[in-house]
Nanobody, 121 residues
Framework: QVQLVESGGGLVQAGGSLRLSCAAS????????MGWYRQAPGKQRELVAV???????NYADSVKGRFTISRENAKNTVDLQMNSLKPEDTAVYYC???????????????WGQGTLVTVSS
């Protein structure tokens, strides 16, 4: 089965930095887009950043200029470098992969288990 495993969350002070990493596994041939979503307490899950296999990136307005998404297609990994963190960035961050082709067929969406990022003021 296709699995996404995140790492890198934790507690950081406002203004600090964290780097999230995600690795997809499971006999994968290709992944169209990989990205990060987040869900804060009491709020809906929202897109943070996404990067297609062709290199097109899209960011939420709230993180533009502070977060950078990067990806290694050959390794099926995606990272999120988060700088100048704010308390409002506190959330569970989820890795997402869209249109995953593997030995198991086509999977339209795959999600990681989530990693908690807490930014203290």
């Amino acid at each position: 089965q296709v699995q996404l495993v995140e790492s890198g969350g934790g507690l950081v002070q406002a203004g600090g930095s964290l780097r999230l990493s995600c690795a997809a596994s499971g006999s994968i041939f290709s992944i169209n887009a990989m990205g990060w979503y987040r869900q804060a307490p009491g709020k809906q899950r929202e897109l943070v950043a996404v990067l297609t296999s062709g290199g097109s990136a899209n960011y939420a307005d709230s993180v533009k200029g502070r977060f950078t998404i990067s990806r290694e297609n050959a390794k099926n990994t995606v990272d999120l470098q988060m700088n100048s963190l704010k308390p409002e960035d506190t959330a569970v961050y989820y890795c997402h992969a869209a249109r995953v082709r593997s030995d198991y067929g086509l999977r339209l969406d795959a999600w990681g288990q989530g990693t908690l990022v807490t930014v203290s003021s």
